[in-house]
Nanobody, 121 residues
Framework: QVQLVESGGGLVQPGGSLRLSCVAS????????MGWYRQAPGKERELVAT???????NYADSVKGRFTISGDNAKNTVLLQMNNLEPDDTAVYLC???????????????WGKGTLVTVSS
């Protein structure tokens, strides 16, 4: 069983910063990519940022220049540094990993339970 555990959410004022962390644990043969998605009340889940094991990154247009994703392959960890936060960034942020548990199994997507980020004055 693979688990993703997120941390770092909270309440922050507009213009403030937060850093989210996600750690994958369990039996893992290989992680192909990790990333962050978010879901605001009444809205669909949307991609925020992803990073591959090779370090390639991808960002939603709405967060480019404000958010930075980074990863530590040795620690199965992904971080999301969020700067200049806006009220529209308020959402539950979910960590995702595309990984292979054992060498002969298929790649699968695993999700964390999420951490709430609230941007409000």
């Amino acid at each position: 069983q693979v688990q993703l555990v997120e941390s770092g959410g909270g309440l922050v004022q507009p213009g403030g910063s937060l850093r989210l962390s996600c750690v994958a644990s369990g039996i893992i043969f290989r992680i192909n990519a990790m990333g962050w998605y978010r879901q605001a009340p009444g809205k669909e889940r949307e991609l925020v940022a992803t990073i591959t094991s090779g370090g390639e990154t991808n960002y939603a247009d709405s967060v480019k220049g404000r958010f930075t994703i980074s990863g530590d392959n040795a620690k199965n960890t992904v971080l999301l540094q969020m700067n200049n936060l806006e009220p529209d960034d308020t959402a539950v942020y979910l960590c995702n990993a595309n990984l292979r548990r054992l060498r002969l199994l298929n790649d699968v997507d695993v999700w964390g339970k999420g951490t709430l980020v609230t941007v409000s004055s």
